[in-house]
């Protein structure tokens, strides 16, 4: 049992560029979310997808974009990077709203 | 809004003694309550949970909390640390009032550091 898969787990890109974080589950949950920690700031939710077909904006979405492809999938899209978005992302799911969520291994990114 | 405050940024214990991390949350209704643990590059792994019932819950590793309503607290607890506790802990909380995604609050951390 996988539980949540995130890729890559690491990623260097230029200013400017784009690129897609995947992240898929096992645990057949409605719910899924994007997180990213930075030092000093915690966990700060960037989107996340309470059921298969909707998405919704956390507290730091811009620059980023989400898909919820299927049940088990949960894209997260960066556009145009920037220096700013240099951090830790996490991919998580739960059950529903009133259940703890499983979180993924982390990918970490840097923007030069 | 709900919150969750953890007032301290590090706390350090000898090997063999007993350790709490602490918690308190802010929630207008009744609150559902998390501890994470994060070791260095991994992810966070979920430890405990109070959602109802017994004020005092057991999780993983032999870590325990206790949810106190009136203190609006959820302490972490170990009778006896190890050094292989050393990690960051995550406090958690969703407010059952609110929707999915917004309703899940994370506290800042707290680093703790079991000394051999």
């Known amino acids: 049992n996988a539980g949540v898969t995130q890729t890559p787990k690491f990623q260097v890109l230029k200013t400017g560029q784009s690129m897609t974080l995947q992240c898929a589950q096992d645990?057949?949950?409605?719910?899924m979310y994007w997180y990213r920690q930075d030092p000093g700031m915690g966990l700060r939710l960037i989107y996340y997808?309470?059921?298969?077909?909707?998405?919704d904006k956390g507290e730091v979405p811009n620059g980023y974009n989400v898909s919820r492809l299927n049940k088990r999938e949960f894209s997260l899209r960066l556009e145009s990077a920037a220096p700013s978005q240099t951090s830790v992302y996490f991919c998580?799911?739960?059950?529903?709203?009133?259940?703890?969520?499983?979180f993924g291994q982390g990918t970490r990114l840097t923007v030069v | 809004a709900q919150s969750v405050a953890q007032p301290e940024d590090q706390v350090n214990v000898a090997e063999g003694n007993p350790l709490t991390v602490k918690c308190t949350y802010s929630?207008?209704?009744?609150?559902?309550l998390f501890w994470y643990v994060q070791y260095p590059n991994r992810g966070l792994q979920f430890l405990l949970k109070?959602?109802?019932?017994?004020?005092l819950v057991k999780g993983s590793y032999g870590f325990e909390a206790e949810f106190n309503k009136s203190q609006t607290s959820f302490h972490l607890k170990k009778p006896s640390a190890l050094v292989s506790d050393s990690a960051l802990y995550f406090c958690?909380?969703?407010?059952?009032?609110?929707?999915?995604?917004?309703?899940?609050?994370f506290g800042p951390g707290t680093r703790l550091s079991v000394l051999p």
């Open positions: 998580a799911s739960s059950e529903s709203r009133y259940t703890e969520a499983f």
């Open positions: 645990m057949n949950h409605n719910s």
């Open positions: 997808s309470a059921s298969e077909g909707t998405t």
């Open positions: 929630v207008s209704g009744n609150p559902y």
């Open positions: 109070y959602i109802t019932g017994d004020n």
């Open positions: 958690a909380v969703r407010d059952i009032n609110v929707g999915d995604g917004q309703n899940f609050v």
